[in-house]
């Protein structure tokens, strides 16, 4: 299947610091990228949906000026978190469908667990 | 919005039994249902999905079936093996290319 890579895999950071989270999707071109948060023993929430050259869509209640997503090219989406604070410790988790019409299966990432001190 | 209600949320079989976990949802016009397996830390995997257009699926030891008029879908592990032992996530959207709504996992533990 198809290979969806999240890099770094884990970070710790001072708060009030930014972090970046790259997504890449490996071997195809992903031309929706998504971006979940998964707090401990919870499921998946959907914070934005990516599409590759357009600004992302924010689920209520996420705030787009401190979660700021890129979806540069084909192949590569990033999650900056700006002046992170520790209730924004989370896992997240990004997700990638290819290009080439509707019927196509969305593939996670390994995720990046965040701890903000 | 789409709603999915997934049970249950914890579930211990021994190993070579079978597993059932079942999901409800909400929006008729859902039409893709997948199954995800997440081992600690890692992100979840896809491992069998099904379509409004079929009412059962069958993956070697998986299954998922689809009740349409009723909303449920369940999955169905059989000849468990202790390396199942994992959190389970349904979803649903309405269609593939969308984002997924998630139930709230099943934390499955098969003993030997």
């Known amino acids: 299947g198809a290979v969806v890579s999240q890099h770094p895999s884990w970070v710790i950071c001072k708060s009030g610091t930014s972090v970046k989270i790259e997504c890449r999707s490996l071997d195809f071109q992903a031309t929706t990228m998504f971006w979940y948060r998964q707090f401990p023993k919870q499921s998946l929430m959907l914070m934005a949906t990516s599409n590759e050259g357009s600004k992302a869509t924010y689920e209520q209640g996420v705030e787009k000026d401190k979660f700021l997503i890129n979806h540069a090219s084909l192949t590569l989406s990033t999650l900056t978190v700006t002046s992170a604070h520790p209730e924004d410790s989370s896992f997240y988790i990004c997700?990638?469908?290819?290009?080439?019409?509707?019927?196509?299966?969305?593939?996670f990432g390994p995720g990046t667990r965040l701890l903000v001190l | 919005g789409e709603n999915v209600e997934q049970h249950p949320s914890t579930l211990s079989v021994q190993e070579g039994d079978s597993a059932v976990i079942k999901c409800t949802y909400s929006d008729s016009a859902s039409n893709y249902f997948p199954w995800y397996k997440q081992e600690l830390g890692k992100g979840p995997q896809l491992i069998i999905d099904?379509?409004?257009?079929?009412g059962e699926k069958k993956d070697q030891r998986i299954a998922v079936t689809l009740n349409k008029t009723a909303k449920h879908f369940s999955l169905h592990i059989t000849e468990t093996q202790p390396e199942d032992s994992a959190v389970y996530f349904c979803a649903a959207s309405k269609n593939s290319g969308y984002a997924l709504n998630f139930g709230k996992g099943t934390s499955l533990l098969v003993t030997p």
């Open positions: 997700s990638a469908i290819g290009a080439g019409g509707a019927q196509e299966t969305q593939y």
């Open positions: 099904i379509r409004s257009n079929v």
